[in-house]
T-cell receptor
Framework: SQQGEEDPQALSIQEGENATMNCSYK?????LQWYRQNSGRGLVHLIL?????REKHSGRLRVTLDTSKKSSSLLITASRAADTASYFC???????????FGKGTRLSVIA | DAGVTQSPTHLIKTRGQQVTLRCSPI?????VSWYQQVLGQGPQFIFQ???????GRGNFPDRFSARQFPNYSSELNVNALLLGDSALYLC????????????FGQGTRLTVV
């Protein structure tokens, strides 16, 4: 079963615009991670946010975490065509259990 | 440094056959996890191995098995293949057992006909 649910399922924006993706999960977590996947190949780790953190930045990426609402958001600013990919959130329930992935958001950035 | 390598990249098998998928983790990484990703879905956890011992198993039938070798490489075996086993199989390695950053290989695309 998949704990995380990304929203929206698909998103299409123009180059230069910001893209926001949301993730909701069901149980308490140790940390939450975001991954990118290009064309159904391997996943690339983007950012990890721990349960005691509320916001984290990495380049054009900004991730927020609201543990009271069991939700996270990923913001990509000034999007580029190369950002076109599927984005997945993955939750780590306890630190020693497997990552649980959502179904992903398919982002299309149109040049 | 080489990343996580998986072989083969593509594979076509017939129902009922057996398949072995291989994964070499990043040098120094002792944890290897296997995931199955069906088209349009997120990766589903199959197995985790750490220091050559199974540390976790997902909700998959006994037809799925895996092992980790002394050099930390890993194999995933699937017996009696079904059409529903068609998927992208992903291997991820990490430094330790704790879930920090996982490094994924490019996957093996298995098609069962």
């Amino acid at each position: 079963s998949q704990q995380g649910e990304e929203d929206p399922q698909a998103l299409s924006i123009q180059e230069g615009e910001n893209a926001t993706m949301n993730c909701s999960y069901k149980t308490s977590i140790n940390n939450l991670q975001w991954y990118r996947q290009n064309s159904g190949r391997g996943l690339v780790h983007l950012i990890l946010i721990r349960s005691n953190e509320r916001e984290k930045h990495s380049g054009r990426l900004r991730v927020t975490l609201d543990t009271s609402k069991k939700s996270s958001s990923l913001l990509i600013t000034a999007s580029r065509a190369a950002d076109t990919a599927s984005y997945f959130c993955a939750t780590d329930p306890s630190g020693n259990t497997p990552l649980v992935f959502g179904k992903g958001t398919r982002l299309s950035v149109i040049a | 440094d080489a990343g996580v390598t998986q072989s083969p990249t593509h594979l076509i098998k017939t129902r009922g056959q057996q398949v072995t998928l291989r994964c070499s983790p990043i040098s120094g990484h002792k944890s290897v996890s296997w995931y199955q990703q069906v088209l349009g879905q997120g990766p589903q956890f199959i197995f985790q191995y750490y220091e050559k011992e199974e540390r976790g198993r997902g909700n998959f039938p006994d037809r799925f098995s895996a092992r980790q070798f002394p050099n930390y490489s890993s194999e995933l075996n699937v017996n009696a293949l079904l059409l529903g086993d068609s998927a992208l199989y992903l291997c991820a390695s990490s430094l330790g057992r704790q879930n920090t950053e996982a490094f994924f290989g490019q996957g093996t695309r298995l098609t069962v006909v």
